[in-house]
Nanobody, 116 residues
Framework: QVRLVESGGGLVQAGGSLRLSCAAS????????MGWYRQAPGKQRELVAS???????NVVDSVKGRFVISRDNAKNTVYLQMVSLKPEDTDVYYC??????????WGKGTLVTVSS
């Protein structure tokens, strides 16, 4: 059984920073793509950033220059460093991992709230 455990969410003032972590454990087979998505109530879940096992990153334009995704392959952990946070970044952030067999796993989400 695979578990994704997210941490690092919370309440921060606009302009502040947070670092999200997502650790994959259990019988996961070679995590390939690891990423972060976010979802507001009543809206679709959307990609924020992703990173391949080789370190290739994809970051959406709305957070480019403010969010950085990284990973530690030895720990099966992906991080999202968020700076210059804005109220519109308020969402539930979800970790997603796709392994080398194309199996997809999701975390339960961590809430990020940015106050103005």
């Amino acid at each position: 059984q695979v578990r994704l455990v997210e941490s690092g969410g919370g309440l921060v003032q606009a302009g502040g920073s947070l670092r999200l972590s997502c650790a994959a454990s259990g019988s996961i087979f070679r995590p390939s793509v690891m990423g972060w998505y976010r979802q507001a109530p009543g809206k679709q879940r959307e990609l924020v950033a992703s990173i391949t096992s080789g370190g290739y990153t994809n970051v959406v334009d709305s957070v480019k220059g403010r969010f950085v995704i990284s990973r530690d392959n030895a720990k099966n952990t992906v991080y999202l460093q968020m700076v210059s946070l804005k109220p519109e970044d308020t969402d539930v952030y979800y970790c997603k991992v796709t392994d080398a067999r194309a199996a997809v796993y999701w975390g339960k989400g961590t809430l990020v709230t940015v106050s103005s």
